[in-house]
């Protein structure tokens, strides 16, 4: 694997978006260029012989094609040559280190808020059904089946057990999230911003392919959390769950360092992680954090599942 890369860290610079929801944060129109650009559904990735799961937060990043040139998403494929990504937004920049080299440190100006995460276990099991109507209670652990089977005919499926439990919940500044090494939201006055800590279980994991060296890592295994509603009618949609320290995502690499990998002999694999996820919600008014399922089987509103926030 360290053949593809340099000794030193690769070094990719780009206009990449850590966005918290749609128009919140936004980068100067003197670095962004509108061009037209094609997904194209039927180009694949291999490393090493093997399909990449080209699945992130629970949607397909297909690759692109622009001016004759293909474009990939690099998280994935720096993932799936055993790379560490990292975003350094004061530099505008992509840093990806090669397998077995230390990542360099990159300064965000302040720690993390909201820090503390409780022993897992702590929480006890919900009684509510996870519905609208009936959302899990604060600081509560709820189980369900994640299911991956979109044209199951034609693509890898995947499923696992989740356990979420929100364990506490912060006000998070604008200042805090830039200090986090992210671009200054906009002010908006019906918009406010929280530091959610989650404790996540995920057991039995397992997934089929018709590629017999298909596989999907196991860091992968993760909830979508698509945003929020209220019960006054009022929603936001986007989350950020990655790209600062304590980041759910961040964490769960964290205690996954060697990258293991889930394959269709793979049996039942599992691990827990305590992270973070920041999450715009409606000022005055209570918010319903969404976990969104991926099962297509469902219908799209019965996909949700609503964790209260406080």
Known sequence: MKKFFTKKALIVT????LTLSAGSIAYSATTLKKITAYQNYAIGIEVGGKKVDLTMDGKK???ITFEG???VPARIVADSLGANVQWDDKRQTVVITPEGQTPPKIDTGSSNPGTSTPPSGSASASSNKGTFNDPVKFNTAFTYKELVNYKPEENDTSSADFTVTVTKVVPISLDQIVALGFQRPENNPDIEYRMVSINLKVKNATMKSKDKNGYKFLSSYRPYISGVETPDGHYIIG???FGFDGAIAEATREVLPDFP???PTTKGS???VNGKVLLPIVKGEENYMVVSRSDSTLEYEDRKIFFKLQ
């Open 69 to 71: 040139r293909t474009y």
């Open 261 to 263: 990998q889930v394959t």
């Open 270 to 272: 599992s691990f827990e």
């Open 61 to 63: 990043l297909y690759p």
């Open 14 to 17: 780009t206009a990449l978006s």
């Open 239 to 241: 989350s950020t769950d």
